[in-house]
């Protein structure tokens, strides 16, 4: 039989030096309209400015009775001012108090709004005030929070409840966003899906519902997942397909002869990184095939998890305009026992936090697979240079749920 | 006219106590299955067992070559140990070495994976190698990460992808989830949507899509979005329909004569609290119709956002059996100015952060709106009995958008 290409990766990429990669790549400029019911977390591509004067005219700032100001003066509880309710509709009549809510339009003439709490009644029938009130009290004058055509939120903004319930109210149904990357997987064959049964030595695909959750995560859309025999032609092919703002290849990324991945997207464009110094997905790569970015993800699927969070991901989330940065809230936490990392190569070591304040590690990677990820808290990243952290060492932990507890 | 109800709401009941009535209500047990696919940050309702053992054979943990351990012995490179390549299928011969990437099923007989690196070649087609091997290095052993039928993850434990990647690897298709919260938004007329031309004294709806993102956020589902009419027949009639599982009723919630929803919520049920110590949102409430949770929201879309966050929010996310904490990473941080708040309410203040320490308190609520809270990097909240923080003071600040930053 031919010789087999037995040789390793030669040279190791730097995580660091793979990130710069990453965030030299040319962020597309693609955008869409689209409904304010359906943009939470998507990123503004354009400003959004308001439609009219926000509030449109001067309004009830608390739920009270809106009077003449100057009708209060000298108020006090020896001398109250007495005032006639009148109904809706027109002006507010001389020596008139109107019944209002939050939010409801001043009436003409009134200028100042009190709280229901501070107005009595007379016993018969009419409202007593026993202190002066400001004109302009209890009110919200018209354009105070924006006025017509100025800018409510800046391009580049992630949109939270708060930006859509304030866009909203300045009559914007519609905001123009980031367009959503689109992403396809291209995953060698040789897995079984779920629900089929599991011939002798085969192995459940993993791959797709984990990447499918992680590109669905960062703000992507996952257009195509589709198993590829494990050729270089196939493969070739398949990284030419249009229609998609990056690629992911699964599976085949090792140096062997039988690893078609990097041979394949040489042909196709070019491979830019092959080999990262990354524990347990050294083989992870990435480059470029008709312009849009590929990135090689180990078929193990605890590795391929790895390479996509530390590096696809951080592409999906640039293309989308999000926050590059890992997606996990990071908080400084002491190591409870030693992390011990061999020297040369990035690791992730997930830990467990028995305390908002202690880092647990778990057992490292190699030993437990994605079982050690999904019984995680959150991870520690030890840098290549790092031998990993004594006792008692203050490490930064993403956490997996960054929220207080109850 | 006949005289206008005007008293306020007599005695405001605290946050801790309107929280302690939330943490009170049954959490509903409904569950469903739904496609692995389509799980991600949603609560296992049962627990997940592996239909198999994971992994389901022997496989080789690193991409390299199949061995003998035995045959490595005394292996050193004055003393090579040589191997013939043996082609896939059979069950590995002695003297033999066969390539297999990682997560390949190990060659019957084989005991040890060699990584790729660590191998040479003679020149003439086989593989060299110049240190022994234990048996079982570079294996990941049949049953290593979970048994067949053993708890992969437990009930109550919120789905992240690694869990998704493991179960997939487990043979799972679908998982038992909890049911999302179904949640039903009668909202008082007197709104005009966006789209529409805003007649003079109008206003803008700007709840439906500010419920809708946050209900979404919690894990909730918007079943119904309807406005009724500002009448109490009306309204209770719209609080006994069925198929919901809470209900927010937003507007009307003040103590004025025409202030319909806390008369409404005791015809159809009882109202177990009217009036809370949260500043701007004073006219919440919240009780049961038909045992169902209702909670009443101000119409003013900022007050309706507190008493949201504060009230109904932790209730959706309780009978999701989510975590019921505000969704919100914390961090302790320096105030760079006073932040004064009115003894009496809670106060949410929302604060800039020029650096990841530092937490700048913007404008009160009362002047800027929603404004504020859509330019704010977070909040802070100021309990009852607090008259605020001089500068230099730590404060706990919630953050809208809580990951390192790039």
């Not at 997606?327 to 936490?333: D, G, N, Q, V, Y």
């Amino acid at each position: 039989m031919a010789e087999i290409q037995i040789d390793g990766i030669a040279d190791r990429v730097g995580v660091e030096d793979a990130l710069g990669w990453i965030d030299a790549l040319p962020v597309a400029d693609a955008e869409e309209d689209a409904l304010l019911t359906e943009v939470a977390g998507r990123i503004l591509a354009r400003d959004a400015n308001s439609k009219l004067d926000l509030p449109p005219v001067d309004r009830a700032a608390v739920d009270g009775i809106a009077v003449h100001a100057e009708e209060t003066i000298g108020a006090s509880s020896y001398n109250p001012c007495v005032l006639q309710w009148t109904a809706a509709a027109s002006d507010l009549a001389p020596g008139g108090a109107r019944r209002v809510n939050a939010g409801d339009p001043l009436p003409g003439g009134a200028d100042a709004v009190i709280r229901l709490e501070h107005v009595g009644s007379d016993g018969v029938g009419r409202a007593t005030l026993t202190e002066p009130m400001a004109a302009g009290s209890g009110i919200e004058r018209s354009g105070s929070q924006a006025t017509r055509g100025s800018r409510l939120v800046a391009a580049g903004h992630r949109l939270a409840a708060a930006d859509i319930g304030m866009l909203a109210s300045a009559g914007l149904a519609d905001v123009c966003v980031v367009a959503r990357p689109r992403v396809r997987c291209l995953l060698a064959e040789g897995t079984i899906q779920a629900g089929h049964p599991l011939p002798s030595g085969g192995v459940y695909d993993a791959n797709r519902p984990l990447l499918r959750t992680l590109i669905e995560r960062d703000g992507g859309i996952v257009v195509d997942q589709r198993t590829i025999a494990r050729e270089r032609a196939a493969l070739r092919h398949a990284l030419l397909l249009p229609g998609a703002d990056l690629v992911l290849v699964v599976g085949g990324t090792g140096s062997g002869s039988n690893d078609h991945a990097a041979p394949a997207l040489a042909e196709a464009g070019e491979v830019a990184i092959h080999g990262i110094a990354l524990r347990h997905a050294e083989t992870a790569g990435m480059g470029l095939a008709a312009r849009v970015p590929v990135f090689l993800l180990p078929g193990n699927p605890m590795a391929c998890l790895l390479a996509y969070e530390l590096f696809a991901g951080r592409a999906v989330r640039r293309l989308g305009r999000q926050n590059p940065a890992l997606p996990f809230p990071s908080r400084e936490m002491t190591a409870r026992r030693k992390i011990v990392s061999e020297i040369g190569m990035l690791e992730l070591r997930p830990v467990r936090c028995p305390s908002p304040d202690l880092a647990e590690p778990m057992p490292a990677l190699a030993e437990a697979g994605l079982k050690a990820l999904a019984d995680a808290d959150g991870f520690v990243l030890v840098p290549e240079n790092s031998e990993g952290y004594p006792q008692g060492t203050t490490v930064t932990v993403y956490l997996y749920n960054g929220y207080g507890r109850a």
